[in-house]
């Protein structure tokens, strides 16, 4: 794999984006993975922004607010990654999305094929009913495939995760779990054309303690360079939790679309 060659500073700040979701959240995997293309990725310090705004008046008041933050470090030997993100929305004065993440990995490079990465994850979402879910895990990723027409890589880390249910009126409601997981997961980038890209993203979570109790996602994305600066994207998300909390569905769909400029 050949490094990119050094640049002052680069980034993504996402203008536009455009979510339509139609079941309720479930599953709790969040894909980092697709945020950075580490095989394209400047070495030093890149980063980007990503804001959004829904807002309507008249016979339906809704705000919906999204915003996220992302940067990324990296050198020879070392890779750093960060995400935060926030989502809060309100439709006739009631709260109908409240959730936040942190996400911070890091990595290093062993050989071409290989790194060691490890990473901790911060979440609250009101609408799964999460008042707190924090998790750390480590493991190796291959990279299979880098090339200027595509790319494959495969992660495995072992996770352990605290989950920790709001209290309201629900049988299960302030209770608290400590598992250990196994999260693995597949990457893969074709380039269609010249300026047109589909990435596949596949995270697999079984409880190792129960592997009957898994977490899948699955991320399709297109994206398209519509010239030097601007990209457009659009993908479709599907996940399933085996044992969500009460009231909340097994599977979830989100279908999503983003225009963006680079800088």
Partial sequence: MEDTPPRRWAGLLFLLLGVLTPLGASAQIVNVQALFDEATSPMGGSGGAELSLDWRTGSTDLLVVRGLVLGQWRSEKHTVLGVARGEYGYAQDTLIVSKVLEHVRYRYRLMDWLQGETFVQHELDAFRRLRLRALVGAGPRFTLLSSEGGSLVLGVAAMLEYEQLRHDELPDAGSETLDPRLSSYALGRLRLLENLSLVETLYVQPRLTRFSDVRV???????????KRLTFGTGFIL???AAPPATVSRFDTQLRSALGVKF
Avoid: G, K, Q
């Fill in 239 to 241: 996940t399933y939790d």
């Fill in 217 to 227: 996602l699955n991320d399709l994305s297109l994206v398209i360079d519509i010239n």
